[in-house]
């Protein structure tokens, strides 16, 4: 059985590593994916999550559990890494468009997976159109799978805001498709 | 459908289609039915449904990330946490105790508080002047 979050963030408190590792194998992957979308880089991203990886450990005898477990110190984490990045994309306004990951879908033909790897260029040129707080929306949203209630607290405004920078963000993306079908 | 009511149809599918995404599961049913509806007889609200779904997609398929790659950076996020101290822990008071030491301050400030059943000497000049009388303390 999984340990819940808050267990695993008591142990982290008295100094274990495997428990920590454990937290960090559990949110890793999205916390990078979410990352590297809002700043636009991996390595940028990296550094971001190492970061909050690391204020977690700091702060993990700070640490006060609100039950629910998973959700908090996730929405915590997502949180730290959010603000990072968004505060690293105003200091660094020009921003390197990174070329996006080019994963092959085994279930598609070579003509889909083409038409796919031209929807990612698209989408990765649209996004780095994006505000920071657009991007963090929509990081927050696809890449780390919240809620809008969970990823307006994670941005620290409230749940109307989120949804008005989720739907900016959603409009320009899908103008942005429909304008490269058009040409 | 008038030609009118068609293009606020269709505005108010755009509005929904970017506040709910395009996962018409996602939408609240009836929301959903008029959408699926729109979406039989219209041309143009069938592209921007596809247009929003095509971002969609590539938004899930750009987030893949090699395992390898991630173990890696779990790997440096530990070594570079773990080399730093963590804060020690905030030791708050009992709230039995802190409710003592609030009341204990509560009766110290109690006690100097000057309380006088008489006016103050400007109230009564004023009382005085004004022609006045005392009897309404």
């Known amino acids: ?183 | 459908m008038t030609p009118e009511s068609y293009e606020s149809e269709f505005q108010e599918f755009l509005d929904r289609l970017d506040l709910y995404g395009g996962r018409l599961e996602d939408w609240p049913v009836e929301a959903r039915a008029a959408a699926e509806a729109l979406l039989e007889h219209s041309s143009q609200a069938r592209a921007q449904w596809n247009a929003m779904r095509r971002a969609e997609a590539a938004l899930t398929q750009s987030r893949a990330l090699h395992d390898e790659r991630i173990n890696d950076i779990a790997a440096r996020a530990m070594q570079s946490a773990q080399a730093r101290p963590q804060q020690p822990p905030i030791r708050r008071l009992p709230w039995a105790v802190a409710a003592m030491v609030a009341l204990v301050a509560g009766l110290y400030v109690g006690q100097l508080q000057i309380s006088s059943e008489e006016p103050t000497e400007i109230v009564t000049a004023a009382l005085d002047q004004s022609g006045g009388s005392h009897d309404v303390w």
């Open chain 1, 1 to 183: 059985m999984e340990d819940d979050d808050d267990e695993l963030i008591v142990r982290v408190a008295r100094g274990d590593g495997a428990a920590f590792a454990r937290l960090v194998g559990r949110y890793r992957t999205r916390l990078i994916a979410m990352t590297t979308r809002i700043v636009g880089n991996r390595a940028v991203a990296e550094e971001i999550v190492q970061e909050a990886f690391t204020r977690a450990w700091i702060n993990a005898p700070r640490w006060k559990p609100q039950g629910g477990g998973r959700a908090n110190f996730g929405g915590w984490l997502a949180r730290v890494a959010t603000n990072l990045a968004i505060d690293h994309t105003r200091r660094a306004r020009s921003v390197p468009l990174e070329e996006a990951a080019e994963p092959v879908d085994p279930t598609l033909s070579a003509d889909q997976e083409m038409i796919a790897a031209e929807d990612r260029r698209r989408l990765g040129h649209a996004l780095t159109k994006l505000p920071p707080r657009q991007k963090a929306a929509i990081a927050l949203t696809y890449d780390q799978g919240l809620s809008n209630a969970a990823s307006a607290e994670a941005m620290e405004i409230s749940v109307g805001a989120f949804e008005l920078l989720l739907v900016r963000a959603r409009r320009a993306l899908r103008e942005a498709m429909m304008e490269d079908k058009a040409s």
